[in-house]
């Protein structure tokens, strides 16, 4: 069923059919890129999560293995939720979430040197509960790393653990470790404020924490630390969201908080890892638009977002951007010129990589159409407009489809201008569509009815651009 649906991505990675979110303990080993998953294989929901699990040598081209995790009989009887992959002196191990009873607990489990196989430890949970001087609302998802050596002895280990504290907010909570099983606490690294912004902002940073994940991004002008978190409250996932600031002893001093995407909830619980190259390569799970139902009935649920190299921007705050293998799925150059040119109405494709470069007038703006049919019935419209020194980034989903079950609203908000130059890229992939400009991510999902839905268009208003169109090849059979 599932390789029937034409709403079924076929450059980004899906699992083989069932339910598919987190992204979990990605690695480079070996010269192989490992993704791992939270994933359902039995039905497109989220169920009782096993860890999923793929490799390849492109980032692109993702070869399944066996089930890394199965839920057991002790504490992740009922699933095992998210966690990363470490390097315990050349043993790989897992700390994840295991849930039962209800709630989550810390566990771990080692691997083979292919990462295949995985033995849970007798000793899970490794952390028997939350600190109990904490009113916690929940307590779950990992971010682990080794302090660098002092002395000539070796640097702990530490962690940091999603949470929210009853009536404050969300946080991350700091242990430390000499072996991965023995933990002590230390403390919240940063405590956020539920009540600071409206509930309905799109940058309300919610109750609690997931997928909690503290990394450096150095350029040679910027150095920062980064704090990202996916915000969440009372069973219902919001947006990822990151501060930037200074990690300093055992707090996170922070300097300003940033949407990690204007999709909010389509680029959802993101993971990032180092690779062998020093790139900082995230991941972010592209929950679906349509309904549980439909989901249901098509045999499968949820999309990885396409890899994404994460630097440091020239306005302090982070510059995403595809990673450059995705440029090699390049097939036809369908069109190279300027934007205003008829010929670009004869384009059509649900594959597609498009660049577009414009300069906004003060007052200018410019439209990209996607997924269109040829009598407008149904399209998606990305808008860029300028507003002072920024431009407005949006897109319109209200006519992406006849189906009217299918989520509709409109994604937007702010991007930096480099000079009076905007530089947006879309990646149209069936029913996944990620698009940058200069350097802020905005993820979504549409689900046209029409096999025609598939041209695209430019309009400018004081504005000029050119644009580059290709056809992009599928990474599956
Ligand atoms: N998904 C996992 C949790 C995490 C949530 C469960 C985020 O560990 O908090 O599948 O989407």
Sequence with gaps: RAAGDPHRPAFHFVAPAGWLNDPNGLTQRDGWYHLFYQYNPYAAIHDRIHWGHARSTDLMHWEHLPIALTPGNGPDADGCWSGVLVDDGGVPTLVYSGRSDGIELPCVATGSADLVEWTTAAANPVIPAPPSDLDIVAFRDHCVWREPEYNGAPGRWRQIIGAGIRGVGGTALLYESDDLRSWQYVGPLLVGDADAQARTAPDWTGTMWECVELFRVDSEENATDVLVFSAWDDGVTHHPLYWTGDYRGDQFEPRALHRLDLGGRFFYAPQSMQDAAGRRLMFGWMQEGRTDAAAVAAGWSGVMSLPRVVSAGADGALHLAP?????????????????????????????????????????????????????????????????????EFSLDRSRSSLDETTDARALSGRIPLDGDTVRLRVLVDHSALEAFANGVPLAARVYPTRPDANRIAVTLNDAQGSIRAWRVASTRN
Excluded: C, H, N
């Design 323 to 391: 990673a450059p293998e995705v440029d090699a799925l390049r097939t036809e150059l369908l069109f190279d010129g300027d934007a205003s040119s008829p010929k670009l109405g004869a384009l059509d494709g649900d594959q597609l990589d498009l660049e577009l470069v414009v300069i906004l007038a003060p007052g200018g703006s410019v439209e990209l159409t996607v997924r269109a049919a040829p009598d407008g019935q149904e399209q998606t419209v990305y808008r860029l407009r300028r507003v002072g020194g920024e431009a």
